[in-house]
């Protein structure tokens, strides 16, 4: 009976670590940057919107990026998600976001996208890589680059 109690009490103890080490990971953040961030959504307007995170996906559920792809083990003939989440200014609408794909330096598709107030607005771009060869992927807003994706797509 003894040896039970200890065993479940080296558990609790062990858990209680665990979840100590995993709160003091993720720090808060501090009170200026709170500040910063308030701002900018209610004052950023003219600023545009921020591209928090992008990602190239095998598969999206709800749009979130369920399974990521490796870009340098891409199959001629698979569709590609381009994952995306931006930050964009209360009362904000934006629509000049394009996801770009090139194929060897030449342009094969342009995608419009339009964007409007959120502090978590996810979008996802969905395009099949019909060749084998370099391909480059570009997140932009209007003729800015925003995020940039080099895969290599295999036969």
Request: positive net charge.
């Amino acid at each position: 009976m003894i040896r039970n109690t200890y065993g479940c009490g080296r558990i609790v103890v062990g858990l209680a670590l665990l979840l100590a080490l995993n709160s003091a990971a993720v720090a808060a953040p501090s009170a200026k940057m709170i500040r910063e961030v308030v701002d900018y959504y209610y004052n950023g307007q003219a600023k545009g919107p921020i591209l928090a995170e992008a990602k190239l996906c095998k598969s999206v559920k709800n749009y979130e990026c369920t399974e990521t792809i490796d870009s340098a083990n891409v199959k001629k003939g698979e569709t590609i998600n381009v994952w995306m989440r931006f930050f964009v200014p209360k009362g904000a609408n934006y629509d000049d976001i394009f996801v770009e794909y090139k194929y060897d330096g030449i342009p094969r598709r342009l995608t419009p996208h339009a964007i409007e107030s959120s502090i978590r607005y996810r979008l996802v771009d969905k395009s099949k890589v019909d060749k084998a060869g370099n391909w480059t992927i570009t997140v932009k807003k209007g003729i800015t680059k925003l995020k940039e994706f080099k895969i290599s797509v295999a036969k």
